[in-house]
């Protein structure tokens, strides 16, 4: 993942984050829905950045939880043991308010994982602008 893709999926997450968070403050019904897209999304950002291969979002639960699936499709058990830990938690969560700061958690530390995220003064410099 270059620089400009890594700042890029960055600003992607951030924007999930906020858009989950309208969600939230609205109320709005399609909230879990949400929530566990937001997740699913989440997850295969930070396998790209890890450069791990994808997980299809209906096998992500076993990939991190099952070492039966491991074996059964010869993977290695997920790289960053913090990032499962938090992530397992907020799959498991189902109050709107604690799943909303859940999100927030894990979206922060792939933000420290992936170098750090500020939205103020954020833009993409390209090769042209260079």
């Not at 968070?21 to 997850?43: I, P, R």
């Not at 938090?86 to 969560?93: K, N």
């Not at 109050?95 to 958690?105: D, L």
């Amino acid at each position: 993942m270059n620089k400009t893709v890594l700042e890029i999926k960055k600003y992607e997450l951030r924007d999930a984050l906020v858009n989950l968070k309208d969600c939230y403050e609205q109320d709005k019904m399609d909230f879990s829905f949400t929530y566990h897209n937001s997740l699913a999304n989440l997850f295969l950002v930070y396998c790209q950045y890890l450069n791990l291969e994808m997980i299809p979002f209906y096998q992500i639960y076993a990939y991190l939880e099952d070492p039966i699936y491991l074996q059964k499709y010869s993977k290695s058990a997920f790289p960053d043991e913090d990032f499962r830990e938090i992530f397992m938690r907020a799959m498991h969560e189902d109050n709107a308010e604690k799943m909303m700061a859940s999100y927030e958690a894990v979206v922060e530390y792939v933000f420290i994982q992936m170098g750090g995220f500020h939205i103020d003064g954020w833009h993409i410099k390209s090769p042209i602008e260079s």
